[in-house]
């Protein structure tokens, strides 16, 4: 019996002994996935954050894309993979949108990861079809009432398709829904006229908007966006509710210790809040807050419940 229960312990303690090190401390390196193809908007971020990471933690931080499904397949790998802190997650809004748009994702953005930090905030913006005559929201409800009007997306779960639906349902719209594979093809059906608007972030629809290939009618953040001075805020027209950002975030699989989730938020705000940080954010037109973990964790709860409502209440 004594002998049994000192191999009893022996082993509890190599369990112990063996949690304690499955630490960020204790990797050789870190792997970060971005569950999107290279070149996307999320690269710039991460490879900023990875490059700055590894200088701190004296270790090698390396990006790996694994791209598909809309973001779904990283992900659902990083979920499912160690929880030790060798691999994280770097992604953005349709982390949450595609599951709620998709029952069998393969993962739960909330039970299976931990939020970490954002490293930036970009607010959406209305985009009207100069070549479907779309250049004011008057002319968008105007061309509703007299026969209906369409919407491009940058697909099903993308967070263009959630944000444009909740804009068109705060606006009265009742648009027929066209969904592409990505904000350019989306972008592309407004510029051909085929689309009559789309709802994409400021950030990846500039070039469109400067080039005169799209028109700004709409702006989904607080006041007039610097770059853009004549698109009105969408509480300036009388829908002070109507607001939506696309965010870019940092996550720990659900298995990574609160210390260390604690303890990359810390070196993420110390990399984001230096002057070099803030000229990064600014050049990429971009808002970074400085929350801790348990902030932005609150953020992703909120904000996933919403998303679950607009899909129980109906979504083309």
């Not at 209906?148 to 997306?153: L, R």
Request: aromatic content about 10%; overall charge negative.
């Amino acid at each position: 019996m004594k002998t049994l229960f000192r191999t009893f312990a022996m082993a509890c303690a190599l369990a112990v002994a063996g949690t304690a090190q499955a630490d960020i401390a204790s990797q050789s390196k870190i792997e970060i996935v971005v569950p999107f193809n290279p070149g996307g908007s999320t690269d710039p971020f991460v490879r900023y954050l990875a490059d700055a990471l590894q200088q701190k933690l004296g270790k090698p931080v390396i990006v790996v894309n694994k791209p598909g499904a809309g973001g779904v397949v990283g992900t659902a790998e990083v979920a499912r993979g160690p929880g030790d802190g060798s691999v994280l997650l770097f992604s953005s809004s349709s982390f949450l949108t595609a599951p709620a748009a998709n029952a069998n994702a393969g993962y739960d953005p909330i039970k299976d990861f931990k939020a970490i930090s954002v490293l930036g905030f970009n607010e959406f913006m209305v985009i009207g079809s100069i070549s479907a005559g779309i250049t004011s929201l008057e002319d968008l409800f105007a061309k509703a009432q007299a026969g209906g009007v369409v919407m491009s997306t940058a697909g099903v779960g993308s967070s263009t398709h959630f944000v444009g639906t909740m804009v068109s349902n705060e606006l009265g719209l009742k648009p027929r829904v066209l969904h592409m594979k990505s904000s350019g093809e989306a972008m592309l059906e407004v510029i051909a006229g085929r689309a009559d608007y789309y709802v994409g972030s400021v950030g990846s629809s500039a070039p469109y908007l400067t080039d005169g290939q799209g028109v700004g009618i709409l702006y989904l953040g607080e006041g007039r966006r610097p770059e853009f001075p004549d698109v009105p805020a969408a509480a300036e027209k009388g829908y002070p509710e109507v607001e939506a950002s696309q965010w870019f975030g940092f996550f720990a699989p659900a298995g990574v210790s609160d210390e260390d989730v604690a303890m990359l938020n810390r070196l993420t705000a110390e990399i984001m809040l230096t002057d070099k940080g803030k000229e990064f954010t600014a050049s990429q037109s971009v808002r970074f807050e400085d929350w801790d973990a348990k902030a932005f964790q609150d953020y992703m709860n909120t904000e996933y419940a919403k998303w679950q409502a607009l899909v129980a209440a109906g979504m083309e």
